[in-house]
């Protein structure tokens, strides 16, 4: 690439929630805006595959290992993409990485799976929906820019339509749970505004970056895991089977993407495809666990889908 690493970060500083993403304040062609859409389809498919982790950990994990699971699902993918780019961290960014893999896996998997071990799908969706507000929030002090009212109306309108997608009047309330999963929460936004706001290093790929962070994340988590939970006596087929989707499939690849994604989208457009993480936890629980969708919640997802429509600001985002 042929831009330094604080011209990219100066770049999304000023391509944030408000700043323009092209020189001189002026519009983005059709092309950059086709392709940055694009660019959020692709990253959408990491929020959508996290939205199988709730389905994925109840029906397929071993019982009230939060610690094992998060472990399991950062580490092994973390080294996996360590040994195919053999590259390490250079200069600040062994703590950058540190301290992004500590937010993103080290610290959010054990909260993100203690949510879903305490808490209904739906219930834990709806907290995490607060991110574009968060994001919003974060990206004042870090990146400088202030969040627009289209931005602040698309984070509450997603916020009602997870609301009414996901809450039934029957859904059960752990005051640990929740205050499991708004910490996540919070840790993920404040993430995504420090990953804008840091870039990446020159010439490294975003699988060496994703890596980096995994294997961080994963090396603070596999000692506590082992030492608190232990391994279970042994795993069965379907264990092992919901561990390799959730590594590969929910990590290894959908991180990549969404990394991806917020290298090349304003932080606040990205934070709006988390919303697709809800929608899919819902469809997951109509096919696989047998439950229906009332006309609240089918209104509910008109809305969510609306919000993130709403929240997409391609005509600003970073060429790639």
């Not at 994340?217 to 608190?228: D, E, K, N, R, S």
């Not at 899919?280 to 969708?293: D, E, K, N």
């Amino acid at each position: 690439m042929s831009v330094t690493t604080s011209s990219r970060s100066s770049a999304r500083q000023g391509g944030g929630m408000q700043g323009g993403g092209t020189q001189g304040g002026g519009t983005a062609p059709r092309g950059s805006a086709n392709a940055a859409a694009g660019v959020a389809a692709l990253a959408a498919i990491g929020p959508a595959t996290w939205g199988t982790t709730y389905v994925t950990t109840t029906e397929l994990l071993p019982p009230d290992r939060p610690l094992l699971a998060a472990a399991l699902r950062a580490l092994p993918a973390g080294l996996i993409l360590l040994a195919l780019t053999r590259r390490l961290p250079r200069g600040d960014w062994w703590w950058k990485a540190a301290v992004l893999g500590l937010l993103n896996f080290g610290a959010f998997f054990p909260l993100l799976f203690f949510g879903a071990y305490h808490l209904p799908g739906g219930v834990a969706s709806t907290i995490s929906a607060v991110m574009p507000l968060l994001v919003a929030g974060f990206g004042i002090g870090v990146l400088k820019v202030r969040p627009t009212r289209r931005t602040l109306l698309a984070g509450l309108v997603g916020l009602v339509g997870v609301a009414l997608l996901v809450l039934r009047g029957s859904a059960a309330v752990d005051a640990a749970g929740i205050a499991a999963m708004l910490t996540a929460t919070t840790l993920m936004a404040l993430a995504v505004v420090l990953s804008k706001r840091w870039g990446r290093p020159e010439g490294v790929s975003l699988l060496t970056l994703t890596g980096w962070q995994l294997t961080a994340g994963g090396l603070v988590l596999a000692p506590i895991a082992l030492t608190a939970e232990g391994l279970p006596d042994h795993f069965t087929g379907a264990n092992v089977a919901g561990y390799a989707y959730l590594g590969i499939i929910g990590t290894a690849l959908a991180y990549a993407l969404w990394f991806r994604g917020i290298e090349r989208l304003p932080a606040s457009s990205v934070s709006f495809l988390g919303l697709t993480n809800p929608v899919v936890a819902t469809l997951a629980g109509l096919l696989f666990l047998g439950q229906t969708l009332t006309l609240w919640q089918l209104a509910g997802l008109l809305l969510v889908v609306a919000s993130v429509l709403l929240g997409q600001n391609l005509r600003r985002a970073r060429r790639a």
